[in-house]
Structures are given as structure tokens and as C-alpha cells.
């Protein structure tokens, strides 16, 4: 049986590369200036595009292979509200894709249920994820802690991020982001935070530095971000998703408590003071961690990605409309 190879992104198309095949994601290879992204990290395709095998793995820019939980950073700077956001699911795409927060060196992967590919609804008028979607690093929902502000414990995720700007991102960018506010979704039983935030390099950023400015500049765009996660998995049968404080966005200040509880929990777990459960913690920069692994143990785990069976089923999920109508 062939060896999946790598996939290197050309354009439109993808085509079968060598082992050491990356991808440099766009916004690392913006122009100069104090806020733009140099070419921190990139990313490396494994396995074939819609399929359970495929992987996007980080490196760093010494091309050493990285964890995008728990190497990158969280904050861009201490001094700013400047964090670092990892793309799992670019804007009006449906394919749910996810840090893989179970296997080693926590590479973005498709969400998997029931042996088959999971794909957001088109609800009208919506057309799949209204924001570029995706995650904090160095940030964990403990699911066993109950949070002070919803009574209710964590999802056992990193924090989610709802990106606002013009841009369509791509799965894999790491961009630096404002925060501006936060929403607490009960995600059956669990506190699942959805934190809102703008790309620092989009052209409006500088318009945006708390929730209301989102009201002010982005007209309707909390009300439809409050109307698609109300919704989403209505057409799966579920019930529609419930909120603390009714559904209130809070602003910038809570916002970045949150991150902070949000972050002593993600050091508690990478230090080994609570129960991580199934959680991977492998990491290759947090030196002082009892999960670190040297780089040559993080390419081992990566090139053992290539043993993976080409032939699982690929599943690209029919594009239909629903109606939700009362």
C-alpha cells in the first residue's frame, strides 16, 4: 500500500508533494510593518483533502514541527490587546474542522461523528460560518471547573474565536487579533465561550476596540452571530442552543478575564497539576513541562502520519438550503 504524502497548496488546485512539502498560510507572508506577521509558522498537509486522514501540522520558522495548542503563544504582546488566533474554519465554509486537542502535536483535523465528516447547515440566509472561526492558543475550558460567571463547567476545548473582519481567511493562518467581546453559549450542559475579534491587519481594525464598536460599525452583525449559533444544529434534530446572561454580549474587559481563567487552566494542565483526561499535551517549546518532547520526537510522531490507510471513505457533504421558518 502507497505512503500518503504530503500535500503542498499551489493555487487553486493541490497536488502530491515531497515529505518536507509546507504551505506558507497568507497572513505569514504579509508586508512589512509593526503589526504584521512575519513568517512565524506554517503549515504541512497530511493525507488527502476531505477525508478522516487528513491533518494540517505547524512549524515554526525554523521548520521544526509545533504544537498550535500549546507552542504558539498566546499573547502577541504583554503590553497589548494583541492575540494570537489559530484559523480552523475560514468564513462561509462549511467543513468543520478542529485542533485536534486528543493526538500529538495537536494537528487541525475534520470533526468526525459517527464515522462520517461533519458539516455545518446552510441555514437561510446564511451560507456555512458567517466569521473566519477558530481558536486561542494556550487556552482550556476546564471541564472540570464550574465558571463563576455561568455555573457551569468548561467544554474541555481551547477558546473559541469568531473573527469579524473583511477578509476570508485559510485554514491553518495564525493572525493577530483584537479582542472586543464575548459570549457565553450552554453547549449541552457546558460553558462553550465564543469570543468576538478582529484581525489587527484587516483595513477597519483601527475603527474596532470594544463590543459596542461592532454595533456601531457592523450593523446587525451580533444579532446574526446571536441567530446562527442559536440555530446551527437545528437541522441535526437538536434543540435550539440556550445562553447565560440571555444571550447578552459582554465586552472587552470581560473578555479578557475570561482568557485569563481560560489560560491558568491551560498552564495547570501542561504542568500536570489537574486532570487533563484524554487531552494530548505533547509540546516542543514549553521546556519546563513535563509533556516537552525534543524535535526529533515531534518529527517521528508527524512522519508516523504517513502509515495512515489511504482508503477511509472521503465525504463531501450535499450543499442544500434549510428554512427555519415559524
Same mark, same amino acid.
Given at each position: ?14 497536488? @502530491? ?28 498537509? #497530511? ?41 480552523? !474554519?475560514? #468564513? ?14 495537536? =494537528?487541525?483535523?475534520?470533526? @468526525? ?16 460560518? !458567517? ?9 482550556? $475550558? ?18 473559541? @474565536? ?13 493572525? #493577530? @487579533?483584537?479582542?472586543?467581546? &464575548? ?6 450542559? $457546558? ?19 470594544? &463590543? ?6 457592523? =450593523?446587525?452583525?451580533?444579532?446574526? %452571530?446571536?441567530?446562527?449559533? %442559536?440555530?446551527?444544529?437545528? =437541522? $441535526?434534530?437538536? =434543540? ?7 444571550? $447578552? ?10 482568557? +485569563? ?11 500536570? +497539576? ?7 499535551? %505533547? ?32 465525504? !463531501? ?10
Amino acid at each position: 500500500m502507497r505512503a500518503l504524502l504530503p500535500l503542498l497548496r499551489t493555487g487553486p488546485g493541490w497536488r @502530491v508533494g515531497a515529505p518536507a512539502a509546507v504551505r506558507l498560510p497568507r497572513a505569514a507572508s504579509a508586508g512589512s510593518g509593526p503589526r504584521r506577521a512575519m513568517a512565524l509558522y506554517r503549515t504541512e498537509e #497530511r493525507g488527502q483533502p476531505h477525508s478522516q486522514d487528513y491533518r494540517i501540522f505547524f512549524k515554526n520558522v525554523a521548520g521544526h514541527y509545533i504544537s498550535p495548542f500549546h507552542d504558539i503563544p498566546l499573547k502577541v504582546d504583554s503590553k497589548e490587546n494583541l492575540f494570537n488566533m489559530v484559523v480552523e !474554519i475560514p #468564513r462561509w465554509t462549511n467543513a468543520k474542522m478542529e485542533i485536534a486537542t486528543k493526538e500529538p502535536l495537536n =494537528p487541525i483535523k475534520p470533526d @468526525v461523528k459517527d464515522g462520517k465528516l461533519r458539516y455545518v447547515a446552510n441555514i437561510f440566509p446564511h451560507k456555512g460560518y !458567517i466569521w473566519n472561526y477558530g481558536a486561542l492558543p494556550q487556552t482550556w $475550558e476546564d471541564p472540570h471547573q464550574k465558571d463563576k460567571n455561568t455555573n457551569c463547567c468548561g467544554d474541555n476545548d481551547p477558546i473559541d @474565536v469568531c473573527e469579524i473582519g473583511s477578509k476570508v481567511l485559510s485554514c491553518g493562518e495564525v493572525i #493577530r @487579533v483584537k479582542i472586543l467581546g &464575548i459570549l457565553a453559549l450552554i453547549d449541552e450542559g $457546558e460553558t462553550d465561550w465564543k469570543l468576538i475579534a478582529i484581525n489587527v491587519n484587516d483595513p477597519e481594525a483601527s475603527k474596532f476596540h470594544d &463590543i459596542d464598536d461592532v454595533r456601531k460599525f457592523k =450593523p446587525g452583525y451580533l444579532e446574526a %452571530t446571536l441567530n446562527w449559533l %442559536t440555530y446551527y444544529k437545528v =437541522p $441535526e434534530g437538536k =434543540p435550539e442552543n440556550k445562553f447565560a446572561f440571555n444571550g $447578552e454580549f459582554k465586552n472587552k474587559a470581560f473578555a479578557l478575564e475570561v482568557i +485569563k481563567f481560560a489560560h491558568e487552566c491551560w498552564k495547570a494542565m501542561l504542568m500536570k +497539576k489537574c486532570d487533563r483526561g484524554a487531552i494530548n499535551c %505533547t509540546n516542543v517549546q514549553v521546556c519546563d513541562s513535563p509533556f516537552h518532547c525534543t524535535q526529533e520526537e515531534a518529527r517521528s510522531l508527524v512522519e508516523s502520519v504517513l502509515k495512515s490507510s489511504p482508503n477511509k471513505e472521503s465525504n !463531501i457533504d450535499e450543499q442544500v438550503w434549510h428554512f427555519l421558518g415559524k
